[in-house]
């Protein structure tokens, strides 16, 4: 399932907690999909609290507390990582991630905490939600086999890496216009993890974040900048990442086509993408101006696939939003691919 859906299914869980429908939701994927980015947004975005527990790391009096005497025999201390309304607000979520990785031992220590929302004489507050998350026991991670009554505690979903999601959080975080371009040009390089060769570095959701990370510390200096870039995605990526950043050095006056002026559109398909990353990310840099909107726009109808305007025009709606309908080129743009199907066009909320 593509990650803005399962998005949307987890805000979903969050908000219907307090009503009292919420059922503790696993979250499966390979690693470096965007598992714990996801449940990390839900939480920014309500602007509550996220508890993050590697279940992997820990024992199971991590859990249940330790024991100590009183008047009326043994009781247990309530371990002070767990949520508690006071400290931590009356709403939050209870991330639980690697609980695949747990020893037996210390997942069973959970069962309690998920289906009853208690641990003994603790008890988690009305609004927080659980999820969970791990790798699958195919992705060559330390993993156990998931034990049927634990499973069955959870709804299950399998996250999986798509590129029109990625470029949306790329364009919120700012990321490198040579990597969406590179994306775009080469789609199938969001994710390539192959778990019978067992890599260490390779192309990855988390993994293109490092490497636009490395293009800021490295760009100035080009002796360093292709390991870097291997280091992140891997050698053979890397290497076709290098060449392709090499060739942007040809791409058209960015800001002449932004200005208005005109401008060749490049004949390689490759640096078609490119000049399209650049625009867009230039548009969000300057707050979704309309006269440069305007400009974008005329430049799309020059494109000779139009299919290369409409995805310049489709992540320019993404990165800025509902204002460019309003914007008086894009009836003319939208006249000039009325055959088209366009997808993803949808009111930014």
């Known amino acids: 399932m593509r990650p803005s859906h399962i998005e949307a299914i987890l805000d979903r869980e969050f908000v219907s907690c307090v009503a009292g429908h919420h059922t503790p939701v696993m979250l499966w994927g390979p690693p470096g999909v965007g598992k714990s980015q996801i449940i990390a947004g839900i939480a920014e975005h309500h602007g509550v609290s996220l508890i993050d527990i590697r279940l992997s790391q820990m024992e199971p009096t991590d859990l249940r507390g330790i024991p100590f005497r009183s008047e009326h025999g043994v009781e247990w201390?309530?371990?002070?990582?767990l949520p508690d309304a006071k400290r931590h607000g009356p709403t939050g979520i209870l991330f639980l991630d690697?609980?695949?990785a747990a020893p037996p031992?210390?997942?069973?220590?959970?069962y309690q905490l998920i289906l009853d929302r208690c641990l003994g004489e603790y008890t988690i507050p009305e609004g927080w939600v659980i999820f969970a998350a791990g790798n699958r026991q195919g992705d060559r991670g330390v993993t156990y086999a998931m034990p049927a009554p634990l499973a069955n505690r959870f709804t299950h979903y399998e996250v999986e890496a798509h590129l029109d999601d990625w470029i949306d959080w790329a364009l919120a975080h700012g990321v490198d216009a040579g990597?969406?371009?590179?994306?775009?040009?080469?789609?199938d390089l969001l994710f390539n993890f192959d778990p019978a060769h067992n890599p260490v570095a390779f192309p990855s959701p988390r993994s293109w974040e490092y490497a636009h990370r490395a293009l800021q510390k490295f760009t100035y200096r080009p002796d360093l900048l292709l390991d870097a870039l291997q280091a992140c995605v891997g050698k053979a990526t890397g290497v076709e990442l290098k060449a392709y950043l090499d060739n942007m050095t040809n791409l058209p006056d960015i800001d002449a086509i932004l200005a208005g002026q005109e401008a060749e559109v490049p004949k390689g398909i490759d640096l078609q993408y490119g000049v399209a990353a650049a625009l867009v990310r230039r548009a969000k840099q300057v707050s979704g101006d309309p006269a440069i909107l305007g400009n974008i726009l005329r430049y799309a109808?020059?494109?000779?696939?139009r299919e290369m305007g409409v995805m310049l025009v489709t992540d320019l709606h993404r990165a800025v939003g509902k204002p460019l309908?309003?914007?008086?080129?894009?009836?003319?743009?939208a006249n000039s691919?009325?055959?088209l199907m366009l997808y993803d066009f949808k009111p930014t909320q």
């Not at 109808?301 to 696939?305: D, H, L, V, Y």
Request: neutral net charge.
């Open 337 to 339: 691919v009325a055959e």
């Open 98 to 100: 690697e609980i695949n």
């Open 301 to 305: 109808k020059r494109f000779p696939q």
């Open 179 to 187: 990597i969406l371009g590179f994306l775009r040009f080469r789609p």
């Open 77 to 81: 201390s309530v371990p002070a990582l």
């Open 325 to 333: 309908f309003g914007v008086p080129e894009f009836v003319d743009w």
């Open 105 to 110: 031992t210390v997942s069973a220590a959970a």
